[in-house]
C-alpha cells in the first residue's frame, strides 16, 4: 500500500474548485475553466507522500518549469496562461502557481535519456535493454549512451508506481500518430506528461 501518510486538506480560496491533490501539486479550476496549478513544498519517496516538507520546494520547481518552458518555446507550445497570484489565494501561493489552459492529458511520462542509471540500470542489469531497446554490454551506473534514447513509463496516479514500457506499448495505448509526436517531441514539464487538444 502507498499514498499519502497524512493527506493535506486543500486549501479553500473564492472563485477556485479543487480539482486534485497530487504528489506535489494542488489542481483547481477557476471561474474562467483554466487550470490553477499550485506547486508544494511535499516530497514523496518510493510513492509515498511524506509529512516532511522542504521549504520553498514549490518555488524553485516552479521556476524551474518556466526556465524550461521559456528554453522550448520555439520547439513545442506550452499550456502557461499566467504566472499572476488568482485574487482571494493566499500569499504562500506565490512564487509557485500557474494558470495554465486545459488540455487532455496524454498518460504517458516522456524520458530522453542520454545516460545509464535508476530504473533504466536495473532494467538493463537484468536484461542488457531499456524499454525493450538494445544497449550494448558493459555499461555501468552513469554510462553515457550511444545516443539519446526515448524510455517512456506510464503516469501512475497517487499511490502508484510509475513503469517503464516499450515504445510499442504506447503506441497500442495511445495511438501510433500520438506515439510518434510525443517521441520526436521535446516533452515533460510539469508533471512531465505530454498533453493535447483543449
Same mark, same amino acid.
Given at each position: ?5 497524512? =493527506? ?8 477556485? /474548485?479543487?480539482?486534485? /491533490?497530487? =504528489?506535489?501539486? @494542488? *489542481? %483547481?479550476?477557476?471561474? +474562467? &475553466? @483554466?487550470?490553477?496549478?499550485? $506547486?508544494? !513544498?511535499?516530497?514523496?519517496? %518510493? ?9 520553498? =520546494?514549490?518555488?524553485?520547481? /516552479? ?25 482571494? +489565494? ?24 542520454? %545516460?545509464?542509471? &535508476?530504473?533504466?540500470?536495473?532494467? %538493463?542489469? +537484468? ?7 538494445? *544497449? ?8 553515457? *549512451? ?8 506510464? =503516469? ?5 508506481? !510509475? ?12 495511438? +501510433?500518430? /500520438? ?9 515533460? &514539464?510539469?508533471?512531465? $506528461? ?5
Amino acid at each position: 500500500m502507498s499514498g499519502f501518510v497524512e =493527506k493535506p486538506e486543500p486549501v479553500q480560496v473564492p472563485g477556485l /474548485t479543487h480539482l486534485h /491533490t497530487g =504528489k506535489v501539486r @494542488d *489542481l %483547481y479550476r477557476n471561474e +474562467a &475553466g @483554466d487550470l490553477v496549478m499550485v $506547486a508544494s !513544498d511535499r516530497m514523496s519517496a %518510493y510513492d509515498w507522500v511524506l509529512p516532511t516538507e522542504i521549504p520553498d =520546494k514549490g518555488r524553485v520547481l /516552479t521556476q524551474l518549469s518556466l526556465w524550461w518552458f521559456d528554453q522550448l518555446a520555439d520547439l513545442v507550445p506550452n499550456h502557461v496562461l499566467s504566472t499572476e497570484l488568482p485574487a482571494g +489565494a493566499p500569499e504562500e501561493w506565490a512564487g509557485r502557481t500557474t494558470i495554465c489552459r486545459s488540455l487532455r492529458m496524454v498518460p504517458v511520462e516522456c524520458v530522453a535519456r542520454g %545516460y545509464l542509471t &535508476g530504473s533504466g540500470l536495473v532494467e %538493463y542489469n +537484468a536484461s542488457r535493454t531499456v524499454c525493450g531497446l538494445g *544497449l550494448p554490454e558493459g555499461l555501468v551506473d552513469g554510462s553515457e *549512451l550511444p545516443g539519446p534514447i526515448f524510455t517512456p513509463a506510464t =503516469k501512475a496516479a497517487v499511490g502508484d508506481h !510509475d513503469e517503464n514500457v516499450s515504445y510499442e506499448e504506447v503506441a497500442r495505448q495511445v495511438g +501510433a500518430e /500520438t506515439a510518434a509526436q510525443l517521441r520526436r517531441t521535446p516533452s515533460g &514539464g510539469e508533471g512531465g $506528461a505530454g498533453a493535447q487538444g483543449r
